[in-house]
Nanobody, 123 residues
């Protein structure tokens, strides 16, 4: 079974940076994609970013484009999401999720989800 463990959330001041981590297990090769999604109170889930672990393809949602960097450490089977210049509207529960296919991740149709980690950005 694929399992994902997100961590790194917390309280950050606006303008600061945060790095989230997603530990992935259950895939037998690096041929998979990991995405970060977020959901703010009262709002629909939003896709933040996806990475194809095997070949490095990346996708960023409009809300974080230019402020976020997604990366992977294949040896540690961990995917990171750093968001700089944080804004109060970045406050949300952030989830990591995985799928065999990068296009599926980009469309938000991932098959395996981890638990969320709360990010709160104070103004």
């Amino acid at each position: 079974d694929v399992q994902l463990q997100a961590s790194g959330g917390g309280l950050v001041q606006a303008g600061g940076s945060l790095r989230l981590s997603c530990a992935v297990s259950g895939f037998t090769s690096d041929d998979y994609a990991v995405g970060w999604f977020r959901q703010a109170p009262g709002k629909e889930r939003e896709e933040v970013s996806c990475i194809s672990v095997g070949d490095g393809r990346r996708y960023y949602g409009d809300s974080v484009s230019g402020r976020a960097t997604i990366s992977s450490d294949n040896a540690k089977k961990t995917v990171y999401l750093q968001i700089d210049s944080l804004k109060p509207e970045d406050t949300a529960v952030y989830f990591c999720a995985a799928d065999r296919y990068f296009p599926t991740c980009v469309r938000g149709l991932v098959s395996s989800w981890g638990q969320g980690t709360l990010v709160t950005v104070s103004s």
